[in-house]
């Protein structure tokens, strides 16, 4: 690897300074921490100029002070409150024991990252940082191996079996300062089945990981939302490794926020698998939102799609980079790719970059992207039929986002992320 300009390293230093040193644990723990740490080194925190950075300024990201994020005073219902679920709740990248549930559950088995860590032998050896590592090639991850090297908290969770509720990780934000790392690591055994449930916006400012090893006719859906503080600043990366006959689904609703950048790295590498990724977001004015996607395909006849929606105004922007990589020999490969968005003034803006690399003769891929304003002449129909103006744009926009939100499986949680689409929408009509 070439080295990095000395402002670049100064800058890495910094942030790794500020972060108060790495976490102790065992043996392997230890190792795993002490190789992202050097992938951290060699790679370098990222800049603009990074070709995967160049539509979002990371500054806010690696810089050593946090910027402050003022709290959301609300008397909004929680997310997920009506689902019956097992909670784990994090205050600030903190496990708040007190607020969370039993975490003992048929079907598998929860501890926290810091206890984990400390065991000499535990299946998370096999996993904490693996699929990190795996993630970085071939575009390199910097502020996930940051997150490996550093994170003190999160949860560890062995799936056995099909558990019979969803599993919700909340995140509350309480200091207007916090900076919070948060690693997970999820492992679900052949045939197992999980849903998991993410909302809250963590902290004023979060870097989070998600590492997730989906093995043979096992099913994983994930369901997220980040929360409403406005001010607050995250960048999340998941990374999923698929088997046989397995499938892993994602959604993921952000609503306000200054700037958020989701990255989904996904391996199929078992044959027969399927892999969706989809977000909803929404938002104006000084807000920045990013999704960036990487889907490599290593098996015969796997599926995957990655569709994306995004409805801004005010200024706001808006960012999609998606990949789709065809690897030789995976046949019969059906990889489906759309991030479209729906801009309500002049001054928003959309950013795509949609992407295909294929080695394999007998695949059926496609990828498409758009940006433009409400249909006029739909508009028209409705406003004809009597619908005030502000009503039919809501629910032209609520048509729009659609397509994402049906990638989610179950009709209680789809539900639910529409009711709190219309709330968004509705306040803003206020």
């Known amino acids: 690897m070439m080295a990095q300009p000395q402002t670049k390293q100064d800058r890495t230093e910094a942030r790794l300074a500020s972060a108060g040193g790495r976490p102790s644990g065992a043996g392997w723990a230890e190792t795993a921490r002490d190789g992202a740490l050097a992938r951290v080194r060699a790679m370098g925190l990222p800049e603009k100029r990074d070709e995967y950075w160049k539509f979002t300024r990371p500054d806010t990201l690696v810089q050593p002070e946090v910027p402050e994020a003022a709290l959301l005073e609300t008397d909004e219902s929680p997310v997920f409150g009506e689902v019956d679920r097992l909670k784990i709740v994090f205050v600030d990248g903190v496990f708040d024991a007190d607020a969370s549930d039993d975490l003992e559950m048929s079907g598998l088995r929860i501890e926290r990252l810091a206890d984990a860590t400390q065991a000499d032998i535990h299946w998370a050896r096999d996993l904490y940082g693996t699929l990190e590592e795996r993630g970085q090639t071939p575009v390199a991850r910097p502020l996930a191996a940051l997150n490996t090297a550093l994170a003190r908290d999160g949860v560890v969770i062995h799936v056995t079996g099909a558990v019979p509720k969803p599993v919700n990780l909340i995140y509350r934000h309480e200091s207007e300062t916090s900076d919070a790392m948060l690693h997970h690591v999820v492992k679900l055994d052949a045939g197992a089945s999980l849903t998991l449930l993410e909302n809250g916006p963590a902290a004023a400012r979060l870097n989070g990981v998600m590492e997730v090893d989906v093995a043979d006719g096992a099913n994983f859906q994930h369901v997220r939302t980040q929360g409403r503080d406005h001010e607050r600043r995250a960048v999340t990366h998941s990374f999923a490794r698929l088997g046989t006959e397995s499938v892993f689904k994602s959604f993921t609703l952000t609503v306000n926020g200054r700037l958020t950048r989701n990255e989904a790295v996904i391996e199929?590498?078992?044959?027969?698998?399927?892999?969706?990724?989809?977000?909803?977001?929404?938002?104006?004015?000084?807000?920045?939102?990013?999704?960036?996607?990487?889907?490599?395909?290593?098996?015969?006849?796997?599926?995957?799609?990655?569709?994306?929606?995004?409805?801004?105004?005010?200024?706001?922007?808006?960012?999609?980079?998606?990949?789709?990589?065809?690897?030789?020999?995976?046949?019969?490969?059906?990889?489906?790719?759309?991030?479209?968005?729906?801009?309500?003034?002049?001054?928003?803006?959309?950013?795509?970059?949609?992407?295909?690399?294929?080695?394999?003769?007998?695949?059926?891929?496609?990828?498409?992207?758009?940006?433009?304003?409400?249909?006029?002449?739909?508009?028209?129909?409705?406003?004809?039929?009597?619908?005030?103006?502000?009503?039919?744009?809501?629910?032209?926009?609520?048509?729009?986002?659609?397509?994402?939100?049906?990638?989610?499986?179950?009709?209680?949680?789809?539900?639910?992320?529409?009711?709190?689409?219309?709330?968004?929408?509705?306040?803003?009509?206020?």
């Open 268 to 430: 199929l590498t078992g044959d027969d698998a399927a892999a969706h990724v989809a977000g909803a977001a929404m938002g104006d004015g000084d807000f920045h939102h990013d999704d960036t996607v990487f889907v490599t395909h290593d098996a015969e006849r796997c599926e995957s799609r990655q569709v994306f929606k995004k409805v801004l105004r005010g200024g706001a922007h808006g960012v999609f980079q998606g990949k789709i990589l065809v690897k030789e020999g995976a046949q019969k490969t059906d990889g489906y790719q759309i991030s479209q968005s729906l801009l309500l003034d002049d001054h928003s803006q959309f950013f795509a970059k949609p992407e295909l690399e294929i080695y394999a003769d007998d695949v059926a891929c496609s990828h498409g992207s758009t940006s433009g304003a409400i249909d006029e002449e739909a508009l028209f129909y409705l406003r004809a039929r009597g619908v005030p103006k502000d009503i039919a744009t809501d629910l032209m926009t609520l048509a729009f986002l659609a397509e994402a939100v049906e990638e989610i499986e179950d009709e209680t949680l789809r539900d639910e992320i529409t009711t709190r689409l219309q709330g968004w929408l509705e306040r803003r009509r206020g």
